[in-house]
């Protein structure tokens, strides 16, 4: 297929805030979306024919990087160790673990009595998965007297999740079967009843119910409903297993509700009130709640504890204050230790302690980049905690680390079968200086061998949205980039929060701009510090970041050579003016509110990227994905993207991969994911002009 799919104009009209925004390409999405994400077969056969045509025309186009692609995912496979497994978790009587086959497509959940014992294994995902075009395990939670599994699992890419219980001791699979679930459940301690959480027709979670194995699930009892669509929710367990936690909350507001598991039937208990721009989290141990919050305008987040029988704000005590530039990420809590995770210049370390703060120590990396980061606990009563450190350029090491005598035992070094030097590469921060004076952590790795020259070609990627952290990890993938000569950068903008709450708090709402800003000029100090120059850097984001690099391709076309958007959140006017859709009315606190609005509405037109293409300019190459069954990105978003930028602008070639059997994450099988992955960067490689290059890994 030579020529570029030409979707039909069919404007729609509609007035917002006295503005007139004309859609031409509306009709992609669905009227009955709902019904599709259930069941993709019912799409309408129109917009099922276009994005047939879109996969085929972006086959006919890429069709010369066929070789590429298969050299890329064999080297990704080759950097897995196919027969891996996690470190297991002692929980009670058995250490529980989950490992892959070699060649296996899904995880294997099992346990053992100790090392060396026989594996029982709980759940074969290879097994379940098998002959299905789309298979996601969403959780696996073993009641508490570990003798039944409650298993959640999405067959459609949409994230509703079936829920089916199996007895362990048996093999036998319950008649108990739970549909339209977010995948989460609860055990109440009487091990015959869960909590979990039910998603409704817009895919919202809504409701928290009580099922007891044998009963209909029909006539669950409801034990907690949101009425505002403006709050996610969903459930948890506090540290002491005491407690089920209900949470609600957006980026803004949050609020919290205790069920004692021992007594299943009692009626939530209300922490505190929710409070607009209050934010809180709750853990407990023995008579206490140890709280997580930023309130009293504690920016950066502080901890407070609070009575287990009257926890409202009133008697909220500060355990640890509020220290502006150093955010509380997290805490922890443990029979006799308290564990938080912080960051501090934009750099993480671990804080444990006892809980009169004595003997409080930090686990830390002397690096310029680094992720280091909590493996959660089955056990309360422990004085070992496990972490995980990595970096770009060293593959993660998993260590135990005995709080008490303050010894560290290494787990496990992930393995590259194929070979890897971690000193043959380079890893480098370059505090970026944005146009309004703000320094921006960007990190970059490279082969140590490949000098600046001011014309390395460059992947940068960026997010910048929610406060998400993305952290300074290992990834083997982006390995097939810099061992070609290519530079892999991460711009940690404002919206994230690499830098506290306040980087993120000044990437939202009415500041949203700077994201897009700061990632351009996180660019462009690529080409101060002599790296690149224009023209020689994909821009590469996901989601949220999809919305990032389409906005700031938008604001200076000819600084990048291509633009990846992975599932990208790019028709914003649109879907925030929707509040039918299932992600709008909570994230109205990120973006604002254009329906009531109109300064919110004036700010998110003017960066919307579908609505602000340079019509006649020359833009680069451009590759979109997309999902036929994601909720939270729909399918039509990056549809209508590239059809317009076909349309209106000079350049390309615009090109669509829509994955038909998917959703959000694309492919839930780890070599079907590879392969989409590689996809991805056969694209941006051929951009780069290093289709052809050898790989060297310094070995």
């Not at 949409?158 to 108990?176: A, F, H, W």
């Not at 938080?340 to 444990?352: G, N, Y």
């Not at 996809?679 to 780069?688: E, H, Q, R, V």
């Amino acid at each position: 297929m030579s020529e570029a799919p030409k979707a039909e104009k069919r404007p729609l009209e509609t007035v917002q805030h006295g503005e007139t925004r004309i859609d031409p390409y509306h009709w992609m999405r669905d009227d009955n979306w709902q019904e599709v994400l259930r069941d993709p077969t019912v799409l309408k056969d129109d917009v099922r024919e276009h994005l047939e045509a879109e996969n085929a025309y972006y086959k006919a186009q890429t069709d010369h990087l066929e070789k590429l692609r298969d050299l890329l995912f064999q080297e990704m496979r080759g950097r897995i160790k196919e027969n891996d497994s996690s470190v297991p978790m002692r929980d009670g009587p058995y250490e529980y673990y989950a490992r892959y086959r070699e060649g296996g497509q899904y995880p294997v959940y099992a346990r053992r009595t100790e090392e060396g014992a026989d594996e029982e294994i709980m759940l074969d995902g290879d097994k379940e998965g098998e002959g299905k075009d789309f298979y996601s395990i969403g959780g696996v939670d073993v009641s508490w007297d570990h003798e039944l599994l409650a298993v959640s699992t999405d067959t459609l890419g949409s994230e509703y999740y079936d829920i089916r219980v199996r007895n362990l001791k048996t093999g036998e699979e319950l008649p108990d079967q739970i549909g339209s679930t977010d995948g989460s459940v609860v055990w109440a301690k009487d091990n015959k009843s869960f909590f979990y959480v039910e998603r409704d027709d817009h895919q919202r979670p809504k409701r928290v119910k009580h099922h007891l194995l044998g009963d209909d699930p029909s006539g669950d009892r409801l034990v907690y409903e949101e009425e505002s669509d403006e709050m996610f929710l969903s459930i948890g367990e506090t540290a002491s297993d005491a407690y089920m936690v209900i949470s609600l909350g957006n980026g803004n507001t949050s609020e919290e509700h205790l069920v004692p598991l021992d007594a299943p039937e009692t009626a939530p208990k209300l922490v505190e009130a929710r409070k607009s721009g209050v934010l809180y989290s709750v853990d407990h141990k023995d008579d206490t709640l140890f709280i997580h919050t930023n309130a009293d305008d504690a920016v950066d987040f502080k901890i407070v504890t609070a009575p287990e029988e009257s926890p409202g704000r009133e008697n909220w005590k500060d355990w640890l204050p509020h220290t502006p530039g150093t955010y509380v990420a997290g805490v922890e809590l443990f029979k006799d230790w308290i564990v938080r995770e912080e960051r501090f210049d934009a750099k993480p370390r671990i804080i444990v302690g006892r809980y009169d703060r004595t003997g409080e120590h930090e686990l830390s990396q002397d690096e310029d980049a680094f992720s280091l980061s909590l493996i959660g606990w089955g056990e309360f009563e422990t004085d070992t905690i496990r972490y995980a450190y990595e970096s770009p350029a060293q593959p993660a090491q998993v260590f135990d680390y005995d709080m008490a005598t303050r010894v560290r035992t290494l787990r496990k070094t992930q393995e590259i079968p194929s070979g890897h030097n971690a000193d043959a590469y380079v890893v480098d921060r370059i505090d970026a200086k944005a146009r309004d004076g703000e320094s921006i952590p960007l990190v970059t790795i490279r082969r140590k061998d490949i000098a600046p020259n001011g014309d390395l070609p460059v992947v940068l990627y960026g997010y910048g949205s929610y406060g998400i952290y993305i952290d300074d990890d290992f990834s083997s993938h982006v390995l097939s980039f810099v061992d070609r000569g290519a530079v892999f950068a991460v711009a940690h903008i404002r919206g994230g929060s690499a830098k506290g709450r306040q980087w993120y708090l000044d990437g939202k709402l009415e500041k949203k701009e700077n994201t897009f800003r700061d990632f351009n000029d996180c660019a462009q100090a690529l080409i101060d510090e002599g790296i690149t120059k224009r023209g020689r850097i994909v821009g590469y984001g996901g989601s949220a970041g999809g919305l990032l690099v389409g906005a700031a391709v938008n604001l200076d076309p000819g600084l990048y050579g291509g633009i990846i958007g992975a599932v990208p959140f790019i028709d914003v006017v649109n879907t925030i003016s929707d509040g039918s859709l299932p992600l709008t009315p909570p994230e109205w606190e990120e973006w604002g509110n254009p329906i009531t609005d109109k300064a919110a509405f004036a700010t998110i037109s003017a960066y919307s990227p579908y609505d602000n293409i340079r019509a006649g300019e020359t833009y680069p190459p451009v590759l979109a994905t997309g999902g036929l069954t994601d909720y939270r990105v729909t399918y039509w978003e990056p549809a209508k993207w590239i059809a317009r930028l076909r349309d209106e602008a000079e350049g390309g070639p615009f090109l669509l991969r829509m994955n038909m059997t998917a959703g959000h994450g694309g492919s839930a099988a780890r070599f079907e994911r590879i392969k989409e992955r590689a996809a991805d960067y056969a694209f941006a490689l051929d951009i780069l002009g290093l289709a052809e290059a050898e790989p060297d890994r310094g070995l």
